[in-house]
């Protein structure tokens, strides 16, 4: 049976698992494509750094480039994360034609079309499953299983973290500070959380999700994001009752057929915390797990859910990765499925302003005859319809809650009318407002 | 661009599908995979038969040998069904080293290692991604995107008739025989619907997945299946009551560790209607939906959801075939993923007599004190434990339902026991009964 050698590049959290999943499956994986997976060298921060899984010591060096550089490794995997050292570790391998397995969706967001180009003009690749939803085949659905449909719709449960404390904010009533500090203590979120709860981390998985569904590479600087800071126990409660669950969705949709004049079809990208109707299959997805909805031309409505991050999901995506860099070397065909495809269908992501959609707010009001009649007001000037009104009972006191179900409006209005009724004297907070995404 | 011909045999239902699916997405695809696969001609049944989408009548052939042996095609698909003629079809293909993609799941049901053997000898390579669940990749998530996994638990909702069925019988309190009726008119069933309804339509997939995951062929004839037919409504109540939904399931599980003497791991192969939790993912999945549930020993939970079958569900996947098939053809490496291969770890399917789960039991016993009483003396000598019992209320007359929730017993010890409690003169009713199925 052929051999090839790896060459790890970290050797912690994911590094150490996936190390840890090929003493535990090497011979299946073996048996399964026909090529053995030998682990030569693994570069790692400190050889004594703690791991959850062990890595005998005399494959360990600090040395990157003595993993990287060692004619005799075929394959590198890049799991340290970060942009500036991994970029390093990546063009040197792709450099040298070895074909890069890595796991860092920052550093694809950040430096994708360049190490797409640097593959190519070396006639080599780069494979990154992991960098999506680690527990779920998504790349390879997309690429693969879904070669024949156009991707019209994609709605993604990207962020375990945040899916985790808007789950726990909902089944316990608990505020998000509360929450948040709890989910620190149990290791489902990082200290500072910033990266996760403002949408950050979902906001590179949907870029990367978005550019290979439309063959264009979609930065983050064209992604709106907004995180779940702004969800309260009230907002997931009032939504509840109105049929509603609030998640953080990354949201790929065609907004409509290609434009008759430039022959562009128009594209939102983009990541918020949205109402979706809870008896869709994707409101019943719960705690740290991901998911994503997708819906093809061909397919129809499909829908793939697993773990969303952790070692050994990853490592699992991981090892699929090198299941097919090793298979395309033995094969001799390392450009079988370029890292990325320019697509001829022409996509124009449109600026969030222009984005129509439905609307959830809430409103902090003086409780006083007339507050409604006031606020009504300023959505009609602006064009804007209100679907429903609801003035909850059991709040007394001086302010209470308004919650307006608002009819399908251009972003851009209802943001610019919500400024105008945040500074009305009767209106005592910032209005809170969340898209209601239909998934339809 | 390279070009590769593609010949057709079945231009129905699912053939059209493809046909159409490739006028819609053909150029994508190719830019997708560097290769433009064009429909050469298309052996149908008859040229004037109705179909879903056109075919133009100059591709158009009744000889599928015209089709297959046609020394310019380069690839066939077998779109045809049933077990005689395809088996001919496909057979010819791979003797003249042509790669087949085929959604026949009876015919590799029936002849699968057959027909791998000759895909092998012959250098070229067998495809069947749309043999299951159409639309959801779920062959390929298991070959290639769990290739680093031992797949320790697969649960299938594999069968959109059943779960049609079943949904409607539980949202509407209807009985089956009113529910398939009107199944069958909205052309959600066939007729005559026993291939599905009986299971065994769910027992060839699940043998396919199941052969799939542990690397042996299974044959139909190893897999326990039992239908629907038995689910009544009051059964669907009382489960639901207990936080349970029925679902018929295609099963694949291991039931331990290789044992110790021999090195086989005992495994479950079974297609049944089970009870599993009301929260459960599994159980969201309604109507003619599909979706299947995987452990793996690395990946954790995972699950995937769309739908079943229709002509462009299945067409998804016979692209998704053509494309790896194309790109098999362009790099020379036709056996890069054989259709089929074994592995080392050695499993044995265990009889369902010995296979271990708790169960629902539903009982019609005269109303009079002691009935509970002689039914617990049969479990007692059988040493099956009964978990709760229920007599629910508002039942009156000579006549009432007794629900029993099971311990943990052997299939074969409950299957005797319910024979003797069934004999018993207070019973008027053969017992029905339901395994309870955790999916933990």
Redesign the interface.
């Known amino acids: 049976m052929d051999v090839l050698n790896l060459g790890m590049v970290g050797g912690g959290t994911v590094g150490s698992g996936v190390f840890h999943?090929?003493q535990?499956?090497g011979?299946?994986?073996a048996?399964?494509?026909g090529v053995r997976i030998q682990v030569r060298k693994v570069a790692v921060k400190a050889v004594d750094e703690p791991r959850p899984y062990p890595i005998p010591r005399r494959l360990l060096t600090t040395d990157w480039r003595q993993v990287v550089e060692d004619p005799e490794v075929h394959m590198v995997t890049e799991l340290v994360g970060g942009t500036t050292v991994a970029r390093q570790i990546v063009e040197t391998a792709l450099r040298l034609g070895k074909p890069v397995i890595t796991a860092n969706k920052a550093l694809l967001s950040a430096h994708g079309p360049e190490l797409f180009r640097k593959a190519e003009r070396h006639g080599t690749n780069l494979y990154f499953?992991a960098s999506v939803c680690g527990?779920?085949?998504i790349i390879?659905?997309l690429?693969?299983?879904?070669?024949?449909?156009?991707i019209r719709a994609l709605y993604g449960i990207v962020n375990g973290t945040c899916n985790y404390i808007l789950t726990r904010m909902a089944r316990d009533r608990a505020g998000f500070d509360a929450v948040l500090k709890e989910a620190q203590r149990e290791g489902y979120a990082e200290t500072p959380p910033d990266l996760d709860i403002d949408g950050h981390d979902a906001q590179h998985k949907t870029g990367i999700l978005a550019s290979l569904a439309h063959?264009i590479w979609i930065p983050p600087s064209k992604i709106r994001v907004e995180g779940i800071r702004s969800v309260s126990p009230l907002d997931l409660e009032f939504a509840s009752q109105l049929g509603y669950t609030i998640k953080l969705l990354g949201i790929v949709k065609e907004l409509g057929s290609a434009d008759a004049t430039d022959g562009e079809t128009p594209l939102q990208v983009s990541v918020y915390p949205a109402l979706i109707p809870s008896r869709h299959?994707l409101a019943?997805?719960q705690g740290v797990?991901n998911a994503v909805f997708v819906r093809?031309?061909?397919?129809?409505?499909?829908?793939?859910?697993?773990?969303g991050a952790?070692k050994?999901?990853t490592?699992?995506?991981?090892?699929?990765d090198?299941?097919?860099a090793a298979?395309d070397l033995r094969?001799?065909?390392p450009r079988?499925?370029p890292a990325f495809?320019?697509?001829?269908?022409r996509v124009r992501v449109v600026p969030m302003d222009e984005v129509v959609s439905r609307s959830f707010v809430r409103l902090s009001v003086v409780d006083r005859p007339g507050v409604l009649a006031r606020i009504a007001a300023v959505f009609g000037q602006a064009g804007i319809g209100i679907a429903s009104v609801i003035q909850p009972e059991g709040h007394t006191g001086e302010i209470v809650p308004l919650i307006l179900m608002l009819h399908e409006a251009p972003d851009g209005a209802v943001r610019r009318a919500l400024g105008r009724i945040g500074r009305l004297p009767v209106v005592k907070a910032p209005p809170v407002r969340f898209r209601v995404e239909s998934l339809d």
């Open positions: 999943a090929l535990q499956n011979e299946l994986l048996c399964r494509i499953e527990g779920i085949p390879k659905a690429r693969e299983g879904f070669v024949g449909n156009r063959g299959v019943g997805v797990f093809g031309d061909v397919v129809g409505e499909t829908l793939f859910y697993g773990q952790g050994d999901a490592a699992s995506a991981v090892l699929s090198l299941a097919d298979l094969f001799g065909s079988r499925r495809v320019r697509q001829p269908n």
